[in-house]
């Protein structure tokens, strides 16, 4: 819609022989052009990855969890948001977490990221309850650096955390 309201103050300039309005349309112009193809740009080589310690572990043991999120490319990201959603039944020690569907809750990391940057989370987990845990899909969420367009990606890389069931002395 702005796009369209430049280009009529583009036009009303030439026709009024307004040299200034002429010049707000086209800076408007271009900052918008530049904007949309940094948002086209933006989740190029954004890679993410998800590291767990061990696989298997008993209810109430830690096993750690490293998210990586690397930006491989020239062009700084000015605000990325990554949700990764986590079964209800693991607690997940030093993370901010939402609730998200039904049984599960989402972990929510928000950063910025320059030009070639690695950006690492460190965490744990603690198995609440027995069976077989899915971590993921992920979901992230960048745009330009002026905030008029955004970009969502959902990375399906799923990781499994098998829990056991307490074992008690006979």
Not at 80 to 106: H, K, R, T, W
Not at 112 to 136: F, K, N, P
């Amino acid at each position: 819609l702005w796009v369209v309201l430049l280009v009529i103050l583009i036009i009303i300039g030439i026709l009024k022989v307004n040299g200034m309005a002429i010049g707000f349309g086209v800076m408007g112009l271009m900052v918008s052009g530049i904007a949309w193809i940094w948002n086209s740009l933006s989740l190029e080589d954004l890679s993410y990855e998800r590291r767990l310690s061990q696989r298997r572990v008993f209810i109430g043991q830690e096993v750690s969890m490293t998210v990586i999120l690397t930006n491989n490319k020239p062009l700084p990201l000015g605000k990325i948001d990554l949700f990764d959603q986590m079964p209800d039944g693991l607690e997940i020690l030093g993370a901010q977490s939402e609730s998200g569907n039904v049984n599960s809750q989402s972990v929510r990391h928000s950063t910025a990221a320059a030009w070639y940057e690695r950006i690492r989370w460190d965490y744990r987990l603690i198995g609440l309850a027995r069976g077989i845990h899915r971590l993921g899909p992920a979901r992230i969420s960048t745009g330009d650096l002026f905030g008029f367009f955004n970009s969502y990606k959902t990375i399906s890389s799923e990781d499994y955390l098998l829990v056991y069931p307490k074992v008690v002395s006979l």
